[in-house]
């Protein structure tokens, strides 16, 4: 037992990027940037006087940094009520929106309607929605308390506003919720600037990890695409072998990219291995473990020099 331990060597990456260079941080996230083909990556979503000058402002340069197209909305620059163009593309286009919530986030009429294009992304364009809790707990966000109250009382009593487009607002609130988010609001001691490069690297995770490069010069694949979809099934919590066979070279490996890129933001962890069967040949087995491994596990590297030892970590961590 001692020996496989020592045998089996677990890198843990906390987001702090030690030993990278921000050179070498920028270049992925411009590799990132490049394979997607969007003005923007990531949309942030805020109020102005609560973090502009401080968290949303560590957190776009953070990401930007990185070399991540990131979108950052500024109230400074609105005129009006009415959603701009340029505005619904942001939210549109990106890949991850990150709704800041805090304590008057709620009393902002834009970022209400940017929060609602977002779920409405969300559903329609399988956009991954990754919410900040700055000073106020999910549950005030999830049952419109606190603040939040106060909140949609002033939009009431302004009667400004309609019941039903207050009803979304609300409903949007609660979905975003119910997300899997990071909570500021509960860490001692919280260091912003560090925290904002933490979720940066954890965004670069997701753009790295769930979109897949793909030629735009695609023939005849949709149809084999929806087959698929429809074979997988809408929403089935099953699981699904699904086999695409034929010859070299017709677009096997294409398909299995773009079936992952529609299914990976519906889970927590996925991992594509690519040319297994290749690969085995020219290294072995264990590094494949070592791949799948890594990736569910979201270490920096995993090292696995025993087939069986390598079915076992996949068994209990899988």
Same mark, same amino acid.
């Given at each position: ?165 207050? /009803? @979304? ?6 979905? +975003? *919720?119910?997300?899997?988010? =990071? #909570? $500021?609001?509960?860490?001692?001691? /919280? @260091? ?6 933490? +979720? *940066?690297?954890?965004?670069? =995770? #997701? $753009? ?111």
């Amino acid at each position: 037992m001692e020996e496989s331990a020592k045998r089996r060597r677990v890198c843990e990456n906390d987001g702090t990027s030690r030993g990278a260079s921000s050179t070498h941080a920028s270049t992925e996230g411009q590799e990132v940037a490049a394979s997607l083909g969007h003005d923007y990556e990531v949309f942030l979503s805020f109020r102005g006087p609560d973090t502009r000058a401080g968290f949303a402002d560590f957190l776009y340069t953070s990401m930007i940094d990185m070399g991540i197209r990131a979108y950052k909305d500024d109230e400074d620059l609105r005129t009006g009520e009415e959603f701009g163009p340029a505005l619904l593309q942001a939210i549109e286009q990106s890949r991850i929106s990150i709704p800041i919530f805090s304590k008057g986030y709620a009393s902002s009429v834009w970022c209400l309607k940017e929060l609602v294009k977002m779920v409405e992304c969300r559903k329609t364009k399988g956009q991954k929605i990754m919410p900040i809790f700055y000073d106020v707990a999910p549950a005030e966000v999830r049952y419109q308390t606190g603040g939040y109250k106060e909140a949609f009382d002033l939009h009431k009593n302004k009667n400004r506003h309609d019941e039903g487009t207050m /009803r @979304k607002w609300k409903a949007a609130l609660e979905e +975003v *919720s119910f997300l899997n988010g =990071r #909570e $500021l609001s509960n860490m001692h001691n /919280r @260091k912003e600037g560090e925290f904002a490069r933490k +979720v *940066s690297h954890e965004v670069l =995770r #997701e $753009l790295k990890k769930r979109y897949l490069a793909i030629s735009k010069h695609l023939v005849s694949a949709d149809n084999h695409v929806d087959a698929i979809m429809e074979m997988i099934g809408a929403g089935t919590s099953e699981m699904r072998i699904i086999g695409i066979h034929g010859m070299g070279g017709i677009g096997k490996t294409t398909i299995a990219k773009l079936i992952y890129n529609k299914l990976s933001h519906d889970f927590e962890h996925c991992c594509f291995l690519r040319d297994v069967r290749e690969t085995s040949k020219s290294k072995n087995i264990q590094w494949l473990q070592n791949q799948l491994v890594s990736d569910i596990l979201k270490t920096k590297c995993i090292d696995i020099e025993d087939i069986d030892e390598g079915t076992q970590i996949i068994e209990e961590v899988v």
